[in-house]
């Protein structure tokens, strides 16, 4: 099959995925969709919940495995939508959708990158291609929870819109609860202790909070406060204020460090509500960047977390579409983005598996 036939077969897909409602943990029809697509095109596949994976044909447990993952889960539609969300249509060229650019059209052009090198004979490393669920939830059964199911993998690419330019860095995550205490009274009453006032010299520390440590590809760690909650009525001083802090990760820090870090030295108590969304990168050197680095592709560090935060190998994040699009109103994807994405995986592949 050629290319500009995979193409349009890519892009059939995509507007069936889009035509069906698949929030987090609800995908099992368009994990049908996907593996109906794999079976016209006689690839085996194998599927565990709502996770769809295949190898290519000719696997050798002697090579190294590249994965190919994207997702096909998303997010629900938010309410300043004017389109139908599900009524996938193109406009101007640009195809509309819900799950259009996150990540729809990374999933298709990635399967059909994977469907044309999938009988290709001679490749210096296996082919996993995995189509996975519960991505934007982090869900038990996401690509986390695939992975001990799947064969060793020693250099991933993840599939998210990158105006197909190379992530080659990507920021973990680590969300902490904070408690700023004080004396609950009447508020008709003298209360030197108020949490609510004692909330404001915390807030300042975590503005004004200057991590050491830099990186070269993700620049600083970003820590923000994002949620507050307290008191129940008017006439009552709370004895608490709860606060949520949103810390991004660069590759510089482990999340251990980071949450060992700040519950040192924070002015009020800290716990984190977990450490495994830690940061991914790739080296600059490694033969998959330098293939697309000699087609012109820049690289650059990527702010928004996916599921490379799951893998333990060297990760690319490397996908047509701009994330700014992603879970915004009309959500959209260029046509032109997926023709060019497709050429472009399979040009970067083209100077990768057969160096």
Sequence with gaps: MTQEQLTIKALDLLKQLISIQSFSSEEDQTADAIQNWLKALDIPFERIHNNVFAKNKFWDEGKPTLLLNSHHDTVKP??????????????DGKLYGLGSNDAGGCL??????????????????NMLMVASMEEENAGEHSLRGLLPSLPKIDVAIVGEPTLMDLAIAEKGLVVFDAVVKGTPSHAAHPNDNNAIYNTIEVLEWFKNYKFKKSSEALGDVKMTVTQINAGSQHNVVPSQVDLVVDVRVNDAYTNKEIADLLKAEAPCKLQERGLKLNSSKIDKNHPLVQSGIALGRKTYGSPTLSDQAALNCQSLKLGPGDSTRSHSADEYIYVREIEEGIDLYIKILNGFLFA
Excluded at 108 to 124: C, D, I, M, P
């Design 78 to 91: 938010n309410k300043a939508y004017t389109k139908d969300p599900f009524h996938p249509h193109i406009e």
């Design 108 to 125: 298709v052009s990635l399967l059909a990158t994977f469907a044309h090198f999938y009988a290709t004979e001679n490749l210096n490393h």
